[in-house]
């Protein structure tokens, strides 16, 4: 149930093809783009952009397997997902740290996974925003009221300080780029992240 998704931001870009493998050796099995690159594992496209419409069907072109859009940056959200979905890819929805689970009511039944942003988007190794967790717990137990199917990803400072802590509460899909990419072996790492994601799922039934 637990995927780990390596974030390439925090990879080293000169020796990009290496590590990615080696992300993917240590069991991260799909690899998440804030920009775009290339690998054998699926492609999770964060775009962090306004008026995504406009990049959507490029993306999805390029070989893009999940595409996710910012609630904040959509003036019609709605058709903005069908858009995704409309060129075979995954939708995903995603909120920032100061956007409420509420803000996603109307489009929890047609999205494909929703991500939670832990920390504000921008850049790497940023501290983990605690306050975010409740929106993990709050978007399981919405799923499970409304019969739902959408998966739970997280995004942003998570590492083996605070990786139990998501998947208890409830995240399935775990952006991880420091903590994979950021130092020594990104194998290893990559390893390490998902045996204790395991064993906080396991303890959590
Ligand atoms: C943040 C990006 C993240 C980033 C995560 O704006 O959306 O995907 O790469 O990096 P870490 O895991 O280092 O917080
Ligand atoms: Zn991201």
Known sequence: MIELAPSILSADFARLGEQVRAAGEGGGSVIHVDIMDATKLPLDCHLMIENPDQYIPEFAEAGANWISVHQ???????????????HYCLAGVVINPATPVDALSEVLDIVDYVLVMSVNPGFGAQKF?????????????????????YRIEVDGGVSLDTV????????????????VFGKGDP?????????????AAL???
Do not use: F, Y
């Open 203 to 205: 303890q959590k039934v």
């Open 72 to 86: 904040e940056a959509c003036r019609h959200l709605n058709r903005t997902l069908n858009l995704i979905k409309s």
């Open 129 to 149: 925003i605690p306050s975010t967790l409740h929106k993990m717990s709050r978007l399981a137990e919405i799923r499970s009221q409304r019969g739902l199917n």
């Open 164 to 179: 139990a802590e998501v998947v208890r509460a409830g995240a399935e899909i775990l952006v991880a780029g420091n903590a």
């Open 187 to 199: 194998k290893k790492n990559a390893q390490d992240l998902l045996r204790a994601a395991t064993e």
